[in-house]
C-alpha cells in the first residue's frame, strides 16, 4: 500500500475519528475543477497519451524543477531546446532517471501526488524506485494503451462535474468548438487569460494589438478601441464557455485614470514612447478595467500575482516558459488593490477572487481585505502552497478573520492532468483535519462541521465560479 487511508489527519486519536468521518461524506462528491491548464486539445481529440514520461514528468514543472535542483540536465529530462527540432528522447530511459531520483520528493506534496495517482489509477502498491521501475513503466505504458485510459475516460473516472482550462485571449478555440460538437457531455470550458494583450513588457506586445484588432475588427490603435475588442473577446470566450478570466501580472498594483489619462498611457505606449513606470501604471490601470468589465458582463476575475516568471534567462531562451523557475516575490494588496476596490470593490455584481505566492499578506492583508469588501474572495493555497501544511496556514491565518465563506473552495490549477484527483483529495483531507480540530475544542458543532465540509468541497466552488448551470 502505497497511501495510508488516514494520511494527513490528526494525529491525536479522537480528533482523527471525527476528520475521518468528516472526510468520509465528502470524499466522493464530484470534482470542480474551475481553474487549470490542462490542454483542450486532449479532449477534443481523445487520443492515447503516449508514455508515461511525457504524461508524468515531463510537463510537470513540479517535478522538473526538484530534478534540476539535482544537477540533473534538461535534455536528460526529455525537453527540447526551442532552436532545434523536437527532441526524440528515449522515455524509458527519462523514466528510469525519474525513478532513481524518485526519494528526492520525500515530505513534498508532488509525492503525496504522484503516490495517489500510481496506485489509484495504475494500480501500483509498491514504492517507485530505481528497482521497480521497469515495473512502472511497463504497467503505465500498458494502461495508457488501453480505451480506459483515453482522456475523456479518465474525466469520467475522475468524476470531474467541470473542468476549466486557460487560453490566451488570441486563441481560436478550436479544440473547445470540436469538443462542443463532439457529443461528449464531459463539461470542460475556457478561461480568459489576456496578459499576451494588456503587458507592454511582453516582446510580442505591438504585435498582438494589431493581431487583436484584426480578429476584432476594431481599432487597437485607440484607447475606446482596445476595449472594445476586449468585450469582444471577452463575449467570445463566453460563447465557448467561459466563466472567469485570469491576470498573472507580478504585481497586483491597480488605478483609477481619468479616461484623458487613459487615452494619453496608451498613446504612449502605442507608440513606443513609453517607459517602466508607464507599463506599470497601464497593467494596473488594465485590471481595473478587467473588473468593471466583470461587472458588465458577469465573468469572475481572478488575480495571480507575486510571481518572478522564468527567473534563469538561460533556460527561458532555450526551452521556453514554465520549466519551473518561477519564483515568489513579496507581494503587496492593501495600498495596491485601493483604487480597484474604492471603485468597484462595495459591487456585490463582482466577484474578485485573488491569489498569493507571499503568505505573510494572508491574515495582514488579505484575510482583512476579503472580510470586508463583498467583491473580493481569497483564492485557496496557490502553487508552491498547494500543500497539507501551505492549506493548514491558509485556514489557521484567515479563517478568524475572513471565516470560510469569503474562500472560494479549491482549484487545482495544474498542468498535470492525473494528479486532479490527488490534489482535490489531499485538499479535503486537510479541510477535513482542520474542521476536526475546531470541533474538538468545540469552537463548531460537529453538524456545522459537516456542512462546511461539503461547501469548501464542493458549493463554494460551484457557486464562486458561477458554474451552478
Known sequence: MLNHPDRLFPTDTNVRAIARALYETVEGLPIISPHGHTDPKWFADNAAFSDPASLLVVPDHYVLRMLFSQGITPEQLGLARLDEDALEFDTEAVWANFADNYHLFRGTPTRVWLDHTFETLFNLDVPLSSSTAKLYFQTINRSLSQAAFRPRAMFERFNIEVLATTESAL???????????????????????????????????????????????????????????????????????????????????????????????????????????????????????????????????????????????????????????????RTDYVAALRPLLNRVGMNSQLTLIVFTLDETTYGRELAPLAGVYPALKLGPPWWFFDSPDGMMRFREQTTETAGFYNTVGFNDDTRAFPSIPARHDMARRVDCAYLAQRVADHRLRESEAHEIARDLAYELPRKNYRLMG
Not at 460538437?181 to 464531459?186: K, M, N, R, T
Not at 463566453?238 to 466563466?243: N, P, Q, S
Not at 516568471?309 to 532555450?318: A, E, G, K, W
Open 171 to 329: 486563441d481560436d478555440l478550436a479544440s473547445h468548438a470540436a469538443l462542443a460538437g463532439s457529443g461528449w457531455p464531459g463539461r470542460v470550458i475556457t478561461t480568459y487569460r489576456p496578459d499576451a494583450i494588456s503587458d507592454p513588457d511582453d516582446s510580442n506586445f505591438r504585435h498582438n494589438l494589431e493581431t487583436l484588432g484584426e480578429i476584432t475588427d476594431c481599432d487597437t490603435a485607440s484607447w475606446a478601441g482596445y476595449l472594445e475588442a476586449h468585450r469582444k473577446r471577452r463575449a467570445f470566450f463566453r460563447d465557448h464557455g467561459a466563466t472567469a478570466t485570469d491576470h498573472g501580472f507580478g504585481s497586483a498594483g491597480t488605478a483609477d485614470l481619468s479616461e484623458a489619462e487613459c487615452e494619453a498611457l496608451f498613446t504612449r505606449i502605442v507608440a513606443n514612447s513609453s517607459d517602466d513606470s508607464d507599463h506599470a501604471l497601464f497593467r494596473a490601470q488594465f485590471l481595473t478595467e478587467m473588473a468593471k468589465m466583470s461587472i458588465e458582463d458577469g465573468m469572475v476575475m481572478q488575480i495571480h500575482p507575486g510571481s518572478m516568471r522564468n527567473h534563469n534567462s538561460s533556460i527561458l531562451t532555450r526551452y521556453g516558459r514554465d520549466k519551473g523557475f518561477d519564483i515568489p516575490t
